[in-house]
């Protein structure tokens, strides 16, 4: 059964694509997507690398002054991946080559996310900046490859360390919405196998679990006790040294 889940959950994402659509899944996909919106477009330009890409949700999400969009990824699940390569060791991308880095859900997948941190510094020019996004409450995912959880104290704290000046840290979701999320993913993958029944399940799950557990969590839990999870924004310096910028 939870082979057959995890493969209607497959198709689900090879469906969707990169519609705008697709962050109806659950409340935990709407919520990051109404977290980032404003920060896409306030902060990425130029030349952008998104960081452990997978299937390029936010690609047709950036802003017009975009100048480049690569990917990057260890296992891609597409033939339009720039680099298969491992985010700890960037080797292959010199030094100052990105003016936005994004990294949304990776780091909770690598060994050692701080030798990750450093290696996003390195490939940023002076004045670039990361847009990261962390889990904090998740169930196991992409097993055995799946290391941590973050507090935003540990995110500002990682961020801090490799070099960068944290601009700002967003809380995502809630209780509320982890909760959500399993429902969502558990009847979506269940529907998802008969064709007849994937537009009225999507439907009853936007309006029921989606938008419903989002505006509950956003009504009853405004601490970061039980996030969901953190997105942040920093800043390389352009000095080269962390100190604050304005």
């Given amino acids: 059964m939870r082979k057959t889940?995890?493969?209607?959950?497959?198709?689900?994402?090879?469906?969707l694509g990169t519609l705008p659509g697709r962050f109806y899944f659950s409340p935990a996909t709407y919520g990051q997507w109404r977290t980032l919106a404003p920060l896409l477009r306030d902060h990425v330009h130029g030349k952008v690398i998104d960081l452990g890409c997978g299937s390029m949700p936010f690609r047709e999400s950036l802003p017009k002054n975009t100048t480049a969009y690569?990917?990057?990824?260890?296992?891609?699940?597409?033939?339009d991946v720039t680099y298969a390569a491992d985010i700890q060791d960037m080797w292959m991308i010199a030094?100052?080559?990105?003016?936005?880095?994004?990294?949304?859900?990776?780091?909770?997948h690598v060994p050692d996310p701080f030798?990750?941190?450093h290696e996003i510094y390195r490939i940023l020019r002076p004045g670039a900046k990361l847009l990261m996004s962390v889990p904090h409450l998740s169930r196991l995912h992409d097993e055995p490859h799946d290391y941590y959880r973050f507090t935003s104290y540990g995110l500002r704290h990682l961020l801090s360390r490799a070099g960068f000046v944290v601009l700002e840290i967003h809380r995502r979701g809630g209780l509320v919405s982890f909760l959500g999320h399993q429902v969502s993913s558990v009847f979506l993958s269940a529907a998802w196998s008969v064709t007849a029944l994937r537009k009225p399940a999507w439907f009853?799950?936007?309006?029921l679990v989606t938008k419903s557990c989002y505006w509950l969590d956003r009504l009853l839990d405004r601490s970061d006790v039980f996030a969901l999870g953190f997105v942040a924004v920093a800043q390389k310096p352009v000095c080269g040294t962390p100190e604050e910028l304005t």
Avoid: M
């Fill in 204 to 207: 009853v799950n936007k309006w």
């Fill in 70 to 79: 690569h990917t990057l990824d260890l296992h891609p699940r597409s033939v």
């Fill in 115 to 117: 030798r990750a941190a």
């Fill in 95 to 108: 030094e100052g080559s990105y003016d936005t880095a994004l990294c949304f859900e990776t780091l909770e």
């Fill in 5 to 15: 889940l995890q493969a209607n959950r497959a198709e689900i994402e090879k469906s």
